[in-house]
C-alpha cells in the first residue's frame, strides 16, 4: 500500500454543488489518492447554519460557520458559495494565505477576475474554474491548455440551461415565453427570481471568462453586450420554426477587425439568435449547454452536456481538485493566467451579423421598392424576401434576410423603417448567427 502525503482542503459552502463535491471527495478518497499522488484530506465545510437539512448525509463534525479559521492551514481552498461578497474577501485571504484556490463561481471570476489572478499570480498560487463556465462540461481547460498552440476565432456557446430550456420548449410545444418560464420553475431549472438567466447576465458573464481565456485579453463583463430573452414571442419562434431555423440564446466570443482602422479586435455579446436547424447547436435541447469552437488549425470542436446540477459540477470541481494537487506533488508555482495579447473590445455597433427582420406593411404599388431603397440607403444588402398576405385586408407581411450588415446599420435601417408611412410596424429583428 503506498503511503501518500495528505493536503488539506478547506471547502466553503455546502449546497447543491459542494455537498456533492464533499460526498466525493469521502467516498472516493483512497481512488482520489491514487489518479492525485497525495490524500485530498477534507478538513471542513463551511456555511451559514451547520445544522440546515442538507440533499447528502456528510459528518456534522465537518460543518463549521468559522470560514476564516478553516482557510489558516489549508493547502487548497474549495469555493463554493457563490455571490460577490464575502467569496470575494475569503479567496483573496485563502490566496494570500499561500493557498491555492478551486472555484465555480463565474460572478466572482466576471466582476473581481484581474485582481484575484493578480494577487494568485503573486504569491504562485493557481486559481483554478473549470466548473465557472458549462458546469460538467470541459471547456476552460481544453481553452487554456489543449488549444494553447491554436487561434481561437470565434465561440458559439448555449451556455445558459435555463434560457435553453425554455426556447427549446417554445420551439417544440408553440408555448409563450410566460408559461415556458413558469414550466422552469415548475422544474427546479429557473431560480425564483429568474432575472440572472432571463435577463442575459449569467450568460453574459460566461462570455467574459471564455473570451478572456481564448482571446489571451482581458474582457471585462462591463464589455460584454447583453440582451436576454424577455422579448421573444411565440410568433418569432414559430416563423423561424416555419423557416428552419430555431431560436437559442448564444454567448458568442469572436476574433474579427475593427471595420473603422482594419486592426485585430475582439467581441463579446449575448443575444437570443436564430441558428440554422443544420447547425450542431440546433440539436442542444432541454436544460443541456454547448459550446461551439472554431479554431484556426483545429476547426470546429463541439464541447456538449450538463451545464448546471450538483454533482454534475462538483465533477469539474474534483477534476480541478486533482490537478491543483498533482502540481503540488509536482512542485512550481500555479500557471497564470494570459492576457498578453491585449485586443481592444468592440462596441456592439461595430460587429457585423446577418438579421431577419420582419415588418407590416401596406400591400400596394411601389412598396418593395421603397423597403428596397431604405435598406440600401443604409449601406444594408438584402439576401431575401418573402412576402405573405396579412389577414387584415391591405396590408402584408414582408420577412427580410439580410447579407452581413454592420449592427449600426441595421439599427438606422430598422429606425427608418419604422418611420416611413408604407410600414405599419416592425414585428421582429433577429440576428441570424452560426453560418
Ligand atoms: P448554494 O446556494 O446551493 O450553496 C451555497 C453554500 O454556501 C451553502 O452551503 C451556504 O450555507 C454557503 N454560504 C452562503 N453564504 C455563506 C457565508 N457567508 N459563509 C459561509 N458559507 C456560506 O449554491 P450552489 O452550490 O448552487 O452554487 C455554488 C457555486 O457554484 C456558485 O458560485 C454557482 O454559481 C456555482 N455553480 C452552480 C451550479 C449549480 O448547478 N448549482 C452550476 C455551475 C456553477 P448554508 O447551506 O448554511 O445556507
Ligand atoms: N442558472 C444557470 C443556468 C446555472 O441556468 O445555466 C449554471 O450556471
New binding site residues.
Given amino acids: 500500500m503506498i503511503e501518500y502525503r495528505s493536503l488539506r482542503v478547506a471547502l466553503?459552502?455546502?449546497?447543491?454543488?459542494?455537498?456533492?463535491v464533499a460526498r466525493l471527495l469521502l467516498e472516493h478518497a483512497d481512488e482520489l489518492a491514487a489518479r492525485a499522488g497525495a490524500r485530498i484530506e477534507l478538513t471542513g465545510?463551511?456555511?451559514?447554519?451547520?445544522d440546515?437539512k442538507?440533499d447528502v448525509d456528510l459528518p456534522h463534525e465537518l460543518?463549521t460557520?468559522d470560514?476564516e479559521s478553516l482557510i489558516l492551514g489549508a493547502d487548497i481552498v474549495v469555493?463554493?458559495?457563490?455571490?460577490l461578497?464575502?467569496?470575494r474577501t475569503?479567496v483573496l485571504q485563502a490566496i494570500n494565505s499561500g493557498a491555492d484556490v478551486v472555484?465555480?463561481?463565474?460572478?466572482?471570476l466576471a466582476t473581481h477576475g484581474p485582481e484575484l489572478f493578480e494577487a494568485a499570480e503573486q504569491v504562485g498560487a493557481q486559481l483554478a474554474y473549470e466548473?465557472?463556465?458549462?458546469?460538467a462540461i470541459p471547456i476552460i481547460r481544453p481553452l487554456r491548455d489543449s488549444m494553447a498552440g491554436d487561434t481561437v476565432d470565434r465561440i458559439l456557446g448555449i451556455v445558459n440551461?435555463t434560457t435553453n430550456y425554455i426556447l427549446d420548449r417554445m420551439d417544440t410545444t408553440g408555448d409563450s415565453l410566460e408559461s415556458a418560464l413558469a414550466a422552469a420553475t415548475a422544474l427546479g431549472y429557473a431560480e425564483a427570481d429568474p432575472t440572472a438567466d432571463i435577463e442575459g447576465y449569467?450568460a453574459a458573464q460566461k462570455a467574459a471568462i471564455l473570451a478572456s481565456l481564448a482571446f489571451h485579453t482581458l474582457v471585462p463583463v462591463e464589455q460584454v453586450h447583453r440582451e436576454g430573452i424577455t422579448g421573444v414571442t411565440a410568433a418569432q419562434v414559430e416563423s423561424a420554426r416555419k423557416a428552419g431555423y430555431v431560436v437559442k440564446l448564444l454567448a458568442i466570443c469572436e476574433r474579427l477587425r475593427d471595420p473603422d482602422t482594419g486592426d485585430e479586435a475582439v467581441s463579446a455579446r449575448v443575444y437570443p439568435a436564430m441558428v440554422d436547424r443544420a447547425h450542431p447547436l440546433a440539436a442542444v435541447h432541454g436544460a443541456n449547454n454547448a459550446v461551439f469552437v472554431e479554431a484556426s488549425a483545429a476547426g470546429d470542436l463541439m464541447f456538449y452536456g450538463a451545464?448546471?446540477?450538483?454533482a454534475?459540477?462538483a465533477s469539474?470541481?474534483l477534476g480541478d481538485l486533482v490537478a491543483v494537487v498533482r502540481r503540488h506533488v509536482a512542485g512550481g508555482p500555479g500557471i497564470a493566467e494570459s492576457t498578453h495579447a491585449e485586443l481592444p473590445v468592440l462596441d456592439i455597433g461595430q460587429v457585423t451579423t446577418r438579421y431577419a427582420v420582419t415588418i407590416e406593411v401596406l400591400d400596394q404599388p411601389g412598396v418593395l421598392a421603397a423597403i428596397a431603397q431604405i435598406f440600401a440607403a443604409h449601406g444594408v444588402s438584402v439576401e431575401q424576401l418573402e412576402q405573405t398576405l396579412s389577414d387584415d385586408a391591405g396590408r402584408a407581411t414582408l420577412v427580410i434576410g439580410t447579407h452581413e450588415a454592420r449592427e449600426s446599420s441595421l439599427a438606422d435601417t430598422v429606425a427608418a423603417l419604422a418611420a416611413d408611412p408604407v410600414v405599419d410596424q416592425v414585428t421582429s429583428v433577429l440576428r441570424v448567427e452560426g453560418a
Fill in positions: 466553503l459552502g455546502g449546497g447543491t454543488v459542494g455537498s456533492q465545510i463551511a456555511v451559514r447554519d451547520v440546515a442538507r460543518f460557520t470560514a469555493e463554493l458559495i457563490g455571490g461578497e464575502p467569496a475569503l472555484t465555480a463561481n463565474k460572478a466572482l466548473a465557472a463556465v458549462g458546469g440551461g449569467d451545464g448546471a446540477g450538483g454534475e459540477t469539474a470541481v
